[in-house]
């Protein structure tokens, strides 16, 4: 059970917009920790894609976007492409626990149709 | 342009201690910028973080894995490394080292991931 609740799949044609929720609590990103997204294909390594909510690094494309408000954070990718077939993680930090940590969201499978 | 590179046994006996070294290339291990992150994937899960190290040597761990997990730095060898004491099988998975830009910011800079097996 991740600390962070994303749905298992999500799916769209080419061209298409999809949406990617990241749901916390008041203890990680209700308390205003910043939510990043990763990208990660099978046998490589994860690729950060959003930073600090909504920050894209050098070289994401701008299909990509990301959103915080509240409890919840999300993923949008615009315009979608087969090679955006992935699995995407959210990641935050959570006082929860006996010592500030950092978390990830539980991962969800991007279907390109 | 940084790189890290996780090394290490891919076979572990249960009982004993995984230990891995994450090498980093292309820059230097004691910025003050940058924490250093273990982050494992079991088969068929999602990711977990393990811990981190500043160069100055301080650490922070998950603290559900705190009692088991062991994270140094050699600034001499450019290198930080992992230790996992009395492992079991539900320690089998890929694990990557991460650098993250502060301590609360995102990784960005990954390892290939290295796959270490526990099994008898």
């Known amino acids: 059970q991740s600390v962070l609740t994303q749905p298992p799949s999500v799916s769209g044609a080419p061209g298409q917009k999809v949406t990617i929720s990241c749901t916390g609590t008041s203890f990680n990103i209700g308390a205003g920790y910043d939510v990043h997204w990763y990208q990660h294909l099978p046998g490589t390594a994860p690729r950060l894609l959003i930073y600090s909510n909504n920050i894209r690094p050098s070289g994401v494309p701008d299909r990509f976007s990301g959103s915080k408000s509240g409890t919840s954070a999300s993923l949008a990718i615009a315009g979608l492409q087969a090679e955006d077939e992935a699995e995407y993680y959210c990641q935050s930090h959570d006082s929860s626990m006996t010592a500030l940590g950092m978390v990830f969201g539980g991962g969800t499978k991007l279907t390109v149709l | 342009q940084v790189q890290l590179q996780e090394s290490g046994p891919g076979l572990v006996k249960p009982s004993q201690t995984l230990s891995l070294t994450c090498t980093v290339s292309?820059?230097?291990?004691?910025?003050?910028?940058?924490?250093w992150n273990w982050i494992r994937q079991r088969p068929g899960k999602g990711l977990e973080w393990i811990g981190h190290i500043y160069y100055s040597g301080r650490t922070y761990y998950n603290p559900s894995l705190r009692s088991l997990v062991n994270i140094s730095i050699d600034t001499s060898k450019n290198e930080f490394s992992l230790k996992v004491s009395s492992v079991t099988a539900a320690d089998t998975a890929v694990y990557y080292c991460a650098r993250g830009k502060g301590r609360l910011n995102g990784m960005d800079v990954w390892g290939q991931g290295t796959t270490v097996t526990v099994s008898s």
């Open positions: 292309g820059g230097s291990i004691s910025s003050g910028a940058y924490y």
